[in-house]
């Protein structure tokens, strides 16, 4: 896929540069790899399930990476002539402190925190070399707000927002940036598969769901959709951005105003 509308609409041109998408077979991921390859960029979408990845790199004429990043060797494999790094892979676990499982907040924290981590070790040389390079982490509301019984996901998540302010830093003088995205629920199949649950569980319609459970604190009841995060990142990636580092940028329909 080449360059196109949707670099003509965001005025954003990646021709010419790399990008690497972690957890990019779907979801927030998937629309990642699409905008950036629309805007010019070689994408490469990075994730555990060999077939999403497969079918996300011949979409947007990119190349696919089948690995674990929960696994401590996952990044050695990967590329690391990265222009564009996005650091989205994540995953959720729900439990009370006290029954939440350690293997399971362990391997959450290296999927969302380590992982990254290593990426930017491992992309950020060839960054400094050419003296440009953006780092977008898509991080959560939750990397701002916590909510119980997400312990794991609310420690990862602000973890990343402390790593990514760190590079940001680091990176100012070498033409790099470093940001966190931060949506609210956005539709993805787990959020589907939420709804469909929460209104098994409370005898309500899923619309009611959406309006009066998962989005109770948020001023626009309506899910984002994938592509609006991807057009945030997208922009990150843009002409008029340079100066926009060690930012967390709210996508939650005013939950964190409140």
């Not at 990043?69 to 994540?90: I, K, W």
Request: a neutral charge; one cysteine or more; glycine letters at 12%.
């Amino acid at each position: 896929m080449t360059s196109g509308t949707a670099a003509g609409a965001a005025g954003v041109d990646l021709s010419g540069r790399v990008a690497l998408v972690t957890g990019g077979g779907g979801g927030i991921g998937r629309a990642c790899a699409v905008a950036l390859a629309a805007a010019g960029a070689l994408v490469h979408v990075v994730d555990v399930d060999a077939r999403s990845a497969a079918e996300v790199a011949e979409l947007v004429g990119g190349r696919a990476h089948v690995v674990d990043l929960a696994s401590p060797d996952a990044v050695g494999g990967l590329p690391d002539a990265v222009d564009v790094l996005v650091n989205n892979a994540g995953m959720q676990h729900v439990a009370a402190l006290e029954e939440f499982p350690p293997e399971r907040f362990e391997a959450m924290l290296r999927l969302m925190v380590s992982a990254p981590f290593l990426l930017l070790r491992r992309t950020l040389p060839h960054m400094y070399g050419r003296g440009w390079g953006r780092v977008v982490n898509i991080s959560s509301v939750h990397g701002l707000r916590a909510s119980p019984f997400k312990s794991g996901y609310v420690a990862a998540k602000h973890a990343l927002e402390g790593l990514s302010k760190v590079t940001a830093l680091e990176a100012a003088e070498r033409g790099v940036t470093s940001n966190c995205v931060n949506p609210g629920y956005v539709r993805t199949p787990l959020v589907e598969r939420q709804i469909a649950d929460q209104a098994r569980a409370h005898g309500i319609p899923p619309e009611r769901v959406v309006a009066e459970v998962l989005l109770r604190g948020s001023a626009i009841k309506r899910l984002i959709e994938p592509e609006e995060v991807a057009a945030v990142v997208l922009w990150l990636c843009g002409p008029h951005t340079a100066h926009v580092t060690g930012a967390s940028l709210p996508m939650d329909g005013g939950w964190t105003a409140a």
